[in-house]
């Protein structure tokens, strides 16, 4: 196979999308990255504009965040915030590509604001699609240390160079019932006993689900001979090499796992309601809190704990961006200050309302604000920072495509 035919998902026809937005294309006034010294300004030409933002929508607690965002815009700002939900930022993607190609200019776009990271951000960055860079400039990012946190300025070994700015941190994480699971496996080779000796009580979602996907690059960690491999552009030669034992393992591990590896759940949401209703003893998720986030909501039992592998963790930082043609592009770049807030960073940390690790240096806030992140409770189930392995880079964003498109091959369909 060869990983430049897999980018199926940014590349296909731009009419078949259906975004659910409904607005006139029309000409505003641009924001060059020089304009953002002037932040009161900026935060003028935003005063009443109508920001759309094209964001995943597969977890209620994280819609119910993003509509909180919203009051707070119109509060603070006089911004309305629309939350353009989305099953894949890749549909998006391809639509700016498309209103690239048919010469769209500035103003002239549907949505002001993208939830983005990995090979999507790459697609966007290379086709110059992307405004920027304005993430440096905003007034909030003195609370950023880029130098301690390097993922907030790296996006799956890609350098952002400005053109996102960090949202939130987070690290791939298995939940489990400790009910039915009394000693979890640390390791992934530990993992595969486990699902072996207990059928049909794993699964995790198909790909390209973006939970899925990171399964697959978790387990591609663990196994493959050499994980240097994973930070260059993939090549067939080196894919067929590094991924072997990935396939290998799923193979020995497929007829073990719910329905017999035969079906799959579409999200990792889909998969904790599996948990809840005693169907399996798994769920992933890229988000260490989210496990005591869903005992909180009442979502799963209160025995669930996570765990995660002793040889390290897959971690990134997720972003958000504007694109050139983003009518709202004043407005976009405050609701992109607001995020990096002390207030909406600790409002998103909370494990009743999400649980997402800030892309804050604590160190970087006043003492009041210092003190309100750390007076929060992790949550039962959510391993404190110095009890959580090492955070494994994500591969270049090329090696998610290759996977995936590997992975429909061997495994999609039932096949």
Known sequence: MSPSLTRRRLLGAAGALGLAVARPCRTAQATTPADLADWPAVQARARGQTVHWAAWAGDDKINRHIAWIGDQMAARFGVTLRHVKVADIAEVVTRLLAERAAGRTQGGGRVDLLWINGENFLAARQAGVLYGPFASALPHWRHVDPVATPAVVTDFTVPTEGYESPWGLSQFTLAYDSARVPSPPTTLRALGDWIRANPGRFTYPAPPDFLGSSFLKQALHSLTPDPAVLARPVTDTVFEAASAPLWTWLADTRPHLWRGGQDHPTSGPDLRRMLADGEVDWYVSFHPA??????????????????????????????????VTAPAQAGALVVADFLLSPDAQVEKLRPDVWGDDTVLSLARLSAEDRARFTALPLGPATLPLSARPTALPEPHPSWTTALEADWLRRHGSGG
């Open 290 to 323: 989210d496990a005591s986030s869903a005992i909180a909501q009442g979502l799963v039992p209160p025995s669930v704990r996570t765990v995660m592998f002793e040889d390290g963790m897959l971690g990134n930082c997720h972003f958000v961006a504007i694109p």
